[in-house]
């Protein structure tokens, strides 16, 4: 059943802004209109390389076994999520892993047998993980990936080269929670139902879409202001 979202007139969204927090990079970036800009992402290797430091609330990518990070001195820090890139042929092992913050995984094909990106991500949320997105997959993969994440307990966060592709996943998350055509929500996203959608609305997409690594997090935030995302 599709979860129902309203379209009305905007208002103020305080902290249910649909942009709150969504984008994150390895930059060390300030403030952003409509407080777009999320957690830095940090790879743990740099954290122990920064022992007796504080890095403060940040995305963990995990590029050191975790248990180096357990037993070893490193930067003190509050993490958010943990981030992991893993072959499907180790995901067994990826989501027996256990972490303080939620994880999510980044999975990537390594053989012919490979489930598909809708069915790994329903692994992956039957196990309590978060389904990662890499940038550039299909639009048909895309959108049977979000029909498994409309449905399920976990939200997403993604990886894209751009705007263009921020507001092409915040577009097919909105299709697929109102159960509208998710193909061509992504293939043509319209900024203005997003700047439509009520605070109750973002909020709920929000719980979709977690966030959205970005080469750039500033330079994507002032772009969908000036689409007038806030």
Known sequence: MAIPLSLGVPRSRGPQSLLAELLSGSQDTGPAAGGALGPRVVPASALLDAAGTDAGRIIVGLDVDPAVLRTNEQASYEAVRFHLD??????????????????????????????????????????????????????????????????????????????????????????????????????????????????????????VLLGVEVHDPALVARELADAGLR
């Open 86 to 207: 893993c072959p499907a042929s180790q995901l067994g092992d990826a989501v027996a892993l256990r972490l303080p913050s939620p994880l999510a995984l980044f999975v990537t094909a390594d053989g012919s047998d490979d489930p598909g990106l809708a069915e790994t991500a329903q692994q992956l949320a039957d196990a309590g993980r978060i389904p990662g997105l890499a940038s550039g997959r299909g639009i048909g993969e895309v959108a049977d990936f979000l029909a498994v994440l409309a449905h399920a307990d976990v939200g997403y966060v993604a990886r894209a080269r751009g705007t263009a592709e921020v507001l092409a996943l915040l577009s097919g998350t909105v299709a697929s929670l109102r159960g509208d055509d998710v193909r061509a929500a992504l293939a043509a996203p319209d900024p203005t139902r997003l700047t439509s959608l009520i605070p109750e609305a973002a909020e709920a997409v929000r719980e």
